[in-house]
C-alpha cells in the first residue's frame, strides 16, 4: 500500500514534466538534448548556490524569519537566474526556434528542480507506514514550480535573446522576471514570516504560477505579433 | 540526430544504474518516522513444567480498534485498545475464554502507575477512581496470567498523544467503520523479534548440566554476630528475620510490587539498621545471633528460601530458634496476622505471639493468630514460614494478608504501587517486631519498656523508610529478569553490609518447573495510515489529471485536430515512437 502511496506522489511530481514533453512539439522537434543540458546547468547552479548559502548565511536555531538573512538568500536565488540566462544563451543549441528553446530549458530546469529537492524525501518519507497530506501536495508544489520555470524561461528568453521588442513592454517583462525569480523567497515569507500553512502556501503558489504563466504567454504573444 | 543519439543513450543508462545504486542506498536505511512512539509493556510469558501461559506473541501489526466495535466484526486483525478505567471484563473474560481471535490487547493504565512517578503523580482523587476499579483490575491481572493467550498483550500509560489516538479510533468506530486494510485509521506496530527463553549464559560454570534452562537466584543474608559469652558465637542461638524481595506481575516491566513485599524488605533494612546500632557496640549486644535473610523466588513456592534452607549446616539450623518472615506489612490498619503452621498451643509459637501481641498491645493496634497446617505432599508453599517449617524450624509469617494466597497471586503486581502503601503501616510493623525482638533479646518479657522509643536515637527513621520505599516502588523486581549484578541487588547488598559483619551472596538456580520468556518492554509505533480505497481513487484523480493536462497542452500547442488525429491513426503514431 505505501509502495503505491508513493507512485501516486512520484506521479503527481514527475509526471507533468512527461506529460508536458510528449503533449508540446517539444516531443516532434527532439529537445531532450537541451533539456538535459540544462538540467545540468541547474546542477552547477545549484552546487554554486550551495556554496553561497553555506558561506554567507548563518544557521538559525530557530524557524523565524529573519528578513536580512532572508533577503541574503533571495539574493543568492539569483544565482537562478544567472545560471538560467547561461542555460539560455550560452548553450549551443541546435538550431532549433527560440519558441522551443525556452520551453526545453525552463522543462529540464523544472525536471532537475525536482528530482533534487522532492525525489529523496518523498522516496523516504511516502513508502512510511505513517500517511501525511504533505507529499501529495509537495507534488503539487512541483507542478506549480514546473509552471514557474517555464514562464521564468520565456521571460529570459523575451530579454535575452529577442531584440526588437516593443519598447513599453519591456519594464514589465522586467517587473514579471524579478516577481517570479523571488517567488521562492515570496513563499519562504508567507511560511515563516506569516506562519501559513503549507496547504495554503502550496494553492498559493498554485495560483501565482498560473498567473504568472498567463501574463508571460500573452508578454510572449504580444512580443512575437512585430516581428511575425 | 542519429550522431546525436548514442552518447545520450549512454548518458541516460550511465545515469539510470547511478540512480538504481542510490535507490539501493536509500532502500536499506530503515524508516521510522511515526506519528507517536510509546514505552510498552508486555504480558508475561511463561511455562509451568511446558504448559504454556501468558502472552504468546512479542511483535504487532494490525490496525486499532476500541471497545466500542460493531456486534459481529472480525477482530482477528485488530488491536483492541482498552483503557482500564473503563474496562469491561466481560469482554476480556469472553474473548479469552472462548479463544475468540484477536489482533492484540493493548491495556491503557492511568499515568499513576508509572513507576518514575511514585510520589508525584495521582491525585488523591485519581487513587480513589482506581481504588473503585481495583477489583476489576486484579481481575484482570489473574485472568491474564493464568490464561493462554495467543496473540500479543501489551501495557501502555496514557498519555495526550495515545488520548488522541483512542478517540479518533473510538469516533471512527461510532460511526460503524471498523479500521481495516480499506477504510484507513491507525495502525500499532511493535517490531521485536519473538520472546526467546530466558537463560543465563553465566550460569554454566555451575555444575547442573541436566539443567534445561537457568535463572538466577540470589540471596542476601547478613550477620549480626550477638555477645561472644564463651568462645564461639556459633554457639549462641539464632533469631532469623526473612523477607523475599522479588515479585511477579501480569507485566514484569512494571511489577514494582510496593506492599508484597516492598514493605517486607523495607521493613527487613530498617530492623537491620535499629539492631545493628545495638550490636555495634559490645555492651549492648544481645546474647542472640541475628541472621537477616533477602530471598528471591517468593512467587515460586519461595524455591530460593528452600534452596537458602538446604546449603545451611546442621548445626546453624538447629541454632535458630525462631524465624520471623515479613511479608505485605505495608497497608494495614489495626490488625496484623502472626501466620503459623504448628498448632497455637506449642510452646515457642505461644511464646512469639505472646511477645508480639503485648508490644502490639501498647502500640495500639491487634496481632491475631492463623493456623494453617502444611500438606507435605502439596508442593504448593504459600508462606515463606512453611519452607522453614517443613525443616522442622519454628517460624512466623507477619502479614496483613488474612488467607494463603494462590500460586502467583499478591506477589506484586500492576496494582501494588506506591499509592495504596501507608508509610507509617510499615513504621508500626517495624517497631511491633524490633520491639518484641529486643524484649525477647534482652530478657524484658512482658515488661513495658521501650527500646525502641520514638525520639531516643533507637528511634525508627520514617524518612529512612520512606526513600528505601520509593526505590522499591519503582524497581521492578521479577527474578528471571534481574541479573546477576542488577544495580538494584547492588544496592541492598551495600546496604546491608553497612549493618553487618558480613554479607553472603548467593547465585541459586530456579528448579525446572517455570521457563520465562524475555521482551518484557517494547517500542509501540502509531502510525496513521490511509487506506488502499483512498490511493486508487488517488490514483484515478491523477490519471484523469494528466490526461486532461495532456488534452490541454496538445490542443494549446498543436490544435485540436492533432488530439483527434492521436487518436484515429495510433499504428502510425506507433510506429513513429519506434
Redesign the interface.
Known sequence: MTIFHFFNCAILTFGPHAVYYSATPLSEYDTLGTSIKAALVYLGTALVKLVCLATFLKVSETDNFDPYQELLKALIGFIDVAGLYFALTQLTHRNISQNHKFQAVGLGWAFADSVLHRLAPLWVGARGLEFTWDYILQGLEANANLVLSISLAALGSLMWLRKNKPKTLIPIIYACAVIVATMPSITSYLRRGLGWHFPKVVGFELFTSLVMAFISWQLFAACQRPSS | ?AQ?NPP?RE?LESMYSMLALV?IL??C?E?C???TVVDVYRLIQYDISGVPFGSRLASLNHHAGSLHFSPGADLSRTVVMIPVRELNISFVKEYIYRNQPLGGLLFLLPEMFRLENESGGGSSSEVQEIQLIKNVLLELERLLIHAKVPYPVYFAFENDEIDAVLNDVKKNDATGQPAT?TT?GY?L?VSTAEAKKVASPTITNIQVPMQFFFVLFIKIKGWLQGLRAEGDANQLPTIAIVASYDTFGAAPALSAGSDSNGSGVVALLEIARLFSRLYSNPKTRGSYNLLFGLTSGGPYNYNGTHKWLRSFDQRLRESIDYAICLNSVGSWNNELLIHVSKPPENAYIKQIFEGFSSVAEALGFKVGLKHKKINISNPRVAWEHEQFSRLRVTAATLSELSVAPELLESTGGLLDSRHFVDETAIIRSVKLVAESLGRHIYGYQGKNINIFADNSSLAVNPSYVRSWLDLLSRTPRVAPFLSKNDPFIMALQKELADHTDEVNVQHEVLDGMFTFYDSIRARL?I????S?TF?LL??LA?GS??IV???F??IT??GLDDLISLFRRPPSRKVKTA
Open positions: 540526430m546525436k545520450d548518458m535507490f536509500v532502500a536505511v524508516l518516522d511515526a506519528a486494510a484507513g495502525k506496530v509505533n502510525y496513521q495510515v490511509a488502499v490511493d488517488l490514483l491523477l489529471y494528466l493536462l495532456f488534452s497542452l496538445v500547442t498543436r
